[in-house]
């Protein structure tokens, strides 16, 4: 297992391009491999035969356990596996009764039929979520066809096949979410029994997460119930029927009813189309306006109490993991400052009167903040456990707000962009980040991230730092004011920017010199294209 990224431990194999007994050319791709940031192609540094693959697609191993064996056709190489075996006990030392992995799934899958996990399509993912299938249980599958569409914790992105064969079985529907190496598919030839495959314990799908179950919220009204005649007349809607006069019903709802003796018939559907589903019986309870005694009319506010559950996509889920983490366990502070803009304001209004040209006063800040951290690379660091990392770099993040939370797209090497390409990239990725086009590539990388709500009229706020960076920058709106300008008040334009700062890797001072340069060049943007 080779040591693919600079922090990796552990390797999964995400797929195998070549099987054992097949050819293999120096430079042929043999494996997709999970490391801790991304799924990497491995290519063989050797030609010969592949003998042995010693690590099964969707199992995860140490980096320098036992790969694969590649040598010439027909050798034997039990030698090898049983100098390797201490290696493998070690392994399969907390179940030593089990088979080896590669003998079970070699009992239980047929030849030419290959099981599909749920990718790790993004170095943060730990579960996706099917939006959509593009190919359905009996179709043919040709090697590079579209399979499914899958919501990932930063964007939904195609998943393509890297086999060919027929769609046999679907294990994740439309909809449902599952952990990363759950069973997503499987593909073979046409006609395989799958249900040898599915009993193994190799290709067994793991739980997929439950949906929570919406809280339907019962309707008030004004009841009077002195006689029966008006109690009927309020009684509660009817299910839903089709033409033939049959309730609209799943199969359970009508068990549950029949177990609790509940007349479908007065059943409200919340289903689609009116469908009568598990929550409407459980949460049914009978009228009891009839039965009542009369008396006067009584008065029930015709109000409506209402609620909304609403599941947590991949996205809220990651910001809401990631984000805790880091204000929870990175020692925060923050440095505030009020920057004269009537430069920036000049400077813009002459800069877009270029034909063709428009910057945003968004730009400016990136573009400030790049020049800045290249002259001062401790802001522009990141902490590690074992480690800190002064990059000499500069990808700045670019906060964007979308339907489902934030994502933060990369401007790499900004600090050597002109205003204009700085503009047309953050417009981009703010265009496709809103319908979920970024890739993984476009957002990680990030050595130092800018928030800006400014547009939205938010004079100050905070941040909470995206690790391992050791700071994000705050940016608020442009605000007319009075200001002392040379020993007279006078209408000024000021700016506050925040600086929250990672104190493990930023000191009080650093960070104070860094706004410093940053407001050298924003209070005199000229610098900025000289």
Known sequence: MPRLSDTMEEGTVASWLKQVGDKIEEGDILAEIETDKATMEFESFHEGTLLHIGVQAGETAPVDVLLAIIGEEGEDVSALLNATAPAEEAKTEEAPAAAPPAETEAAAIPEGVEIINMPRLSDTMEEGTVASWLKQVGDTVEEGDILAEIETDK????????????????????????????????????????????????AAPKAATPEPTPVAAPVQTEIPVETPAVAAAVAPPQAVKTSSGRIMASPLAKKIAKEKGIDLNLVTGTGESGRIV????????????????????????????KQEEIPNSQMRKTIAKRLGASKFSAPHYYLSVEFDMDAAIAFRKQYNSIPDTKISFNDIVVKAVALSLKAHPQVN??????????????????????????????????????????????????????????????????????????????????????????????????VQKPVVKEG?????????????????????????????????????????VV
Not at 383 to 411: I, R
Not at 497 to 525: M, S, W
């Open 155 to 202: 964007a939904t992105m195609e998943f393509e096949s890297f086999f060919s064969g027929v769609l046999l079985h679907i294990g994740i529907q439309v909809g449902e979410t599952a952990a990363v190496d759950t069973l997503l598919a499987i593909i073979g030839p046409e006609g395989t029994d799958v249900a040898a495959i599915l009993a193994a314990p190799a």
């Open 278 to 305: 598990k929550r409407d019986v459980e949460q049914f309870t009978p009228a009891t306006a009839a039965a009542a005694p009369a008396q006067a009319a009584v008065f029930v506010p015709a109000g409506q109490e």
């Open 381 to 478: 660091s990141q902490w590690f456990d074992d480690k800190m990392v002064l990059n000499h770099h500069v990808h700045v993040g670019v906060a964007v707000a979308v339907e489902d939370g934030l994502v933060v797209p990369v401007l790499k090497f900004a600090n050597e962009m002109n205003l204009p390409q700085i503009g047309s990239q953050v417009r981009d990725f703010a265009g496709r980040a809103r319908s979920k086009k970024l890739t993984p590539q476009e957002m990680d990388g990030s050595t130092f991230t800018v928030s800006n709500l400014g547009m939205f009229g938010i004079d100050e706020f905070t941040s909470i730092i995206n690790q391992p960076n050791s700071a994000i920058l705050s940016v608020g709106a442009i």
């Open 488 to 528: 007279e008040i006078v209408v000024g334009n000021t700016m506050k920017l925040t600086l929250a700062c990672d104190h493990r890797t930023v000191d009080g001072a650093t960070g104070a010199l860094f706004l410093q340069t940053l407001k050298e060049y924003i209070e005199n943007p000229i610098r900025l």
